[in-house]
């Protein structure tokens, strides 16, 4: 069943009705201002940080769900409605959202009176600007009543929802015309207010929540509204909000456009206040104010960012026979990498903006579906997470956007993390052809007298691998790999330990971890990750440099081979037992997915037939209609030595949930190994576009991945295997966006930079004709035809550029070219 429809055309899904299986929100703003959206207009806006400067106040976890948001209401003559639906939830005559890219707008209607409302971030600027148009539509006058409505957050989310006693009467506001301030803690310690103002005169206002709301109502039934008025209060502690009120008359077939704005400004030190030492200085916000003071200067500000993303989007363009992949590829996938790559995972309707940061292997994966679109962001991306590294190559796992600084409570001692870098840096490098990030000087532990060049930390990154092996060569397990609920050294017996920085003095000897418990997970990624570091090396001309680590890596490849290959596929791990984790033998588990595909990229034990063997086990025991699941069986009990991942019940998160991360790269892995057939079932498994249609199970957005799945084993735990089977959670920010984004893009479609050029070798469904492509890279465009005429899934049979035949599958790089046509048969 489906709750609206995609339209490509405009680059918008088209959400039909308010009642969608779950929230499906968006995201406005992709520089400082942040807001989220849903289809009903709740969510809220944020600067930079979600956690630390939250700026309006939004409920988690609430009954019902999504309440809070940016509200209109309307009282016509005791009909009370929001263009939006919620929270009022009156029946609609009329309702549509469009949520486009940076954009959404909500249109409602009921008795003849229509209510069209475009909420956006425009660019360089920081607020969040709203154009409501109201229009009669019947035949005769109407007289209506208006508000909006908007809830403050007293800056610190984590604080503002738990520290009452005192946050209970620091509320400050400031009203001058028709904008209302706000500004708690302004006079003391911060230089930052709000504000949300309308350019039109208005009738009266509410500032104090309780007059406005009533503390027995709620935001389904405000008093002033069921009263058709307002109380003029200002709020004095307790919660500030801001909404203006306005009377309006239409007469039949008039419309009246209103602008709001939410803006956020900080203001210097010594300009804070006016003569009078205690009222806001608004020059700023005027100045914001004044910028899109008019439906006039509203259009312009959405011209702007349609043209914006008309760039962005500009620069990969596939058109093959799926709509859907064209869809996902050249759009929304897009679409999510931005918004992936600006939060990571701190701010959805899962993730409450105040439990996590920045990660450091989430926002160094993020780089890889990013890079292409503003590779000067990812530049300095990948310099501020390089800065939080440890001298010695570890890293911390997260750091706050606001302070950039490596976050200590989380820690550090993650294996994988520091091989994410090296991955990114060079995915940066092979878009851009900017070797002199490698030159750049970065601080360790944000430290600027311990700065080294960047190579050097890719250094460290990939030798604190090879110094922290275990009895087998494989490397340490430590505190988690990319599985963070696989934690091998924990053995949690007390509830509310965290099983990620929890620490057992069982290891305390041997410095807080086991040195048995081995990943190869992380042995595998070694393998994928080090022939890039290798390349790069080779690049530079450090030949010697370059030998050393290629050994490590073919070292680490008979490793695998030797001590963790289980005769169909990879072992996931030693225990702390020096038990194999992840093998035949094994009563539950038997199979994980994470180190399968990189072994097989790695083409570990390929002359063997690995590669092969593991495709089919993959397909055997871990493919579903839904997707792929992480392990197979599904954990039944609590298996201490194994942390997190057996807590949780079979057929969830990493307990045998679909982890939509994971599927990319066995998608990459199939793709990779000849079996284009195979990767694209996998792929169209998972992409959102294909989930459209079963929205009724899948629950959320159709437009974006979301991170988790569940499995074919969700419900076994109540004995109703298959319950919630292919139940989406966890929607927009997931590593699956840039992973996915890889995966069709340069693994299906093959169209793949490297160091020394464009490389094209595609490896997709054998029905395919073949497919045509533009893609800019480094200043040219590449138009790009792919031929199947013997109906192959991979193998480049020839390719010609610009007119001359071409050997192998890499354009080669020629400075200064505009255009380039490479015409490629399959066969
Ligand atoms: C979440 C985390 C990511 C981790 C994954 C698997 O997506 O953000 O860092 O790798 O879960 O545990
Ligand atoms: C990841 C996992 C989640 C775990 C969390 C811990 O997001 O998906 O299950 O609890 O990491 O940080």
Redesign the pocket.
């Known amino acids: 069943m489906k709750f609206g429809h995609f339209d490509d055309a405009n680059r918008e899904y088209v959400i039909e009705t308010p009642r969608t299986p779950y929230p499906w929100i968006n995201y406005l703003g992709t520089q400082g201002f942040f807001s989220l959206i849903s289809n009903t207009a709740g969510g809220y806006s944020f600067y930079k940080d979600a956690r630390l400067r939250r700026i309006t106040r939004y409920r988690y976890n609430n009954v019902p769900i999504d309440m809070g948001g940016r509200y209109f209401y309307i009282n016509d003559n005791g009909t009370i409605w929001n263009p939006g639906w919620s929270p009022v939830k009156t029946e609609l005559d009329a309702y549509e959202c469009r949520h486009g890219m940076g954009y959404t707008i909500i249109k409602g209607k009921k008795n003849d009176l229509k209510a069209e409302v475009t909420f956006f971030v425009p660019q360089d600027y920081d607020g969040e600007v709203q154009q409501v148009v109201l229009t009669n539509e019947g035949k005769s006058d109407k007289t209506f009543k208006f508000w909006s409505f908007a809830e403050w957050c007293l800056w610190d989310a984590q604080d503002d929802c738990t520290n009452f006693q005192r946050n209970f009467s620091t509320g400050r506001v400031e009203i001058v015309g028709s904008t209302i301030y706000h500004k708690t803690e302004y006079r003391d310690r911060r230089n930052h207010f709000a504000f949300y103002s309308v350019n039109d005169k208005i009738d009266g206002y509410d500032t104090d929540r309780d007059t406005f709301i009533g503390l027995y109502n709620g935001f389904n039934d405000p008093q002033q509204v069921t009263a058709g008025k307002c109380g003029n209060s200002l709020a004095d502690g307790w919660s500030p909000i801001a909404s203006h009120y306005k009377e309006i008359t239409l007469k039949a077939g008039e419309s009246k456009t209103l602008v709001f704005i939410l803006g956020y400004v900080e203001m210097p030190q010594d300009k804070k206040f006016e003569a009078d030492g205690k009222t806001i200085n608004k020059e700023k916000a005027l100045a914001m104010m004044e910028k899109y003071n008019t439906p006039e200067k509203f259009a312009a500000g959405m011209a702007e960012l349609r043209a914006y993303w008309d760039k962005l989007l500009g620069i990969i363009n596939v058109n093959t026979p799926e709509d859907k992949v064209n869809r996902m590829v050249n759009i929304w996938n897009q679409y999510q990498c931005m918004v992936t790559f600006n939060l990571s995972?701190s701010a959805s309707y899962f993730e409450s903006g105040i439990g996590?940061g920045m990660?450091f292997?989430?926002s160094n994966q993020d780089i890889l579906g990013f890079v292409h679109q503003i590779p000067d962001r990812a530049r300095e991306r990948l310099i501020d997470i390089a800065s939080t590294q440890l001298p010695d190559g570890g890293c911390y796992h997260q750091y706050q956007p606001l302070t950039k600084k490596g976050n200590a409570d989380i820690g550090g001692d993650f294996s994988?993390d520091p091989l994410w870098m090296i991955l990114a840096v060079a995915a940066y490098i092979k878009e851009t052809g900017d070797w002199s990030i490698l030159d750049e000087k970065v601080p360790y532990d944000n430290d600027e007298s311990k700065a080294k060049s960047m190579l050097d930390h890719l250094t460290v990154s990939f030798y604190h691998i090879v110094k922290n092996l275990g009895p087998h060569g494989l490397p340490l397990a430590m505190r988690?790999d990319?599985?963070?609920?696989i934690n091998l050294s924990c053995f949690s017996d007390t509830p509310g330990e965290s099983f990620q920085t929890y620490t057992n003095p069982k290891f305390k000897k041997e410095g807080g971890y086991s040195k048995v418990a081995e990943s190869v997970f992380v042995a595998a990624l070694f393998t994928y990750v080090g022939p890039s570091f290798v390349g790069i090396l080779n690049h530079l001309g450090k030949k010697k440099d370059a030998e050393k680590a290629q050994k490590e890596i073919d070292k680490m490849k008979k490793v695998i081979m030797d001590s963790a290959w289980d005769g169909n596929w990879f072992l996931r791990a030693y225990d702390a037992n020096g038990q194999k984790m992840g093998s035949n033998e094994c009563e539950e588990g038997k199979i994980f997915i994470e180190p399968q595909g990189f072994a097989i990229m790695s083409d570990v034990g390929k002359e063997q037939g690995a590669d092969k063997k593991t495709l089919a086990a993959i397909d055997e025991r871990l493919n579903t209609q839904h997707g792929l699941v992480l392990n197979n069986p599904a954990f039944s009990k609590y298996y201490i030595q194994y942390g997190e991942i057996s807590t949780y019940p079979g057929g969830y998160?990493?307990n045998a949930g679909i982890?939509t991360?994971?599927n990319a790269w066995i998608i990459c892995a199939a793709a990779y190994a000849g079996e284009g057939d195979q990767a694209f079932k996998y792929y169209s498994e998972i992409a959102p576009a294909y989930t459209e249609e079963t929205s009724d199970i899948h629950k959320t957005e159709p437009y974006v991945y979301g991170?988790m799945i569940g499995g074919k084993d969700a419900g076994s735990d109540i004995g109703q295997t298959g319950k919630n089977f292919g139940q989406g959670k966890?929607s927009w920010?997931?590593?699956t966006a840039a992973w996915n984004m890889v995966a069709i893009s340069q693994y299906i479609l093959g169209i793949q930079p490297d160091f020394d050029g464009l490389k094209v070798d595609p490896s997709i469904p054998a029905s395919w004709n073949g497919f045509t492509a533009t893609r800019l890279f480094r200043g040219a465009k590449y138009n790009i035809t792919i031929k199947n005429p013997s109906h192959v899934c991979k193998g480049v049979k020839s390719m010609v550029v610009d007119g001359k035949a071409v050997d192998g599958c890499v354009v080669p790089f020629v400075e200064g070219k505009k255009e380039v046509n490479v015409e490629i048969t399959l066969g």
């Open positions: 995972r996590r990660g292997r989430d994988d988690a990319w599985n963070d609920c998160k990493e982890f991360h994971n991170q966890n920010l997931t590593g």
